[in-house]
């Protein structure tokens, strides 16, 4: 994408192995909102190198591993990183991997990302669905004007939206 002119990555239900969402290289301008990934064994939300000017909101991404975070960033972004109201749900001690360094969710944090976000297992009915069922996770996201409804359809909050792919409360 180009300024003003922005790709986004929107109301996914990934439930997979291995990687998720994966922005290999030279990705400009990319919104990746209310997405809902589930991994067995690796990261739900992976970035190479050479992206720029990144927007992540509303998400849940979740990892079954005990040794991978939920958020993997190899290189960093140069220009803008805006990541805030996800979930990064992960057993690991590390829930990001940022710039050559995990993260814990506190230093993160303090890096000035995902201030509104939390760590909670969205504990999901199944893996073909993906509707969260911990109640904590309801009404959790920020309002985005450009997605106004869900991946059924379904219209989203106009002031507290559900994380993830679908309204489910």
């Not at 909102?33 to 992206?51: E, L």
Request: net charge negative; aromatic share 16%; charged share 15%.
């Amino acid at each position: 994408g180009t300024s003003g002119n922005e790709a986004t990555i929107a109301n996914n239900l990934i439930s997979v192995e291995d990687i998720g969402i994966a922005l290999y290289s030279s990705n400009y301008y990319q919104n990746v909102y209310y997405n809902t990934v589930k991994v067995r064994d690796q990261v739900p939300f992976w970035v190479y190198y050479s992206n720029q000017n990144l927007t992540i909101k509303n998400n849940i991404f979740s990892t079954e591993s005990s040794s991978d975070p939920a958020f993997y960033c190899y290189n960093g972004v140069s220009g803008l990183l805006v990541s805030d109201y996800n979930d990064l749900h992960t057993s690991y001690t590390y829930p990001v991997y940022y710039y050559y360094g995990y993260k814990t969710f506190d230093q993160w944090q303090s890096d000035g990302y995902d201030s509104n976000s939390v760590m909670i297992d969205p504990v999901f009915n199944n893996d073909s669905t993906l509707v969260p069922l911990a109640l904590a996770l309801d009404n959790r996201g920020t309002p985005l004007t450009s997605i106004t409804d869900d991946i059924n359809d379904v219209i989203r909050s106009t002031s507290t939206p559900d994380l993830g792919a679908q309204e489910f409360s």
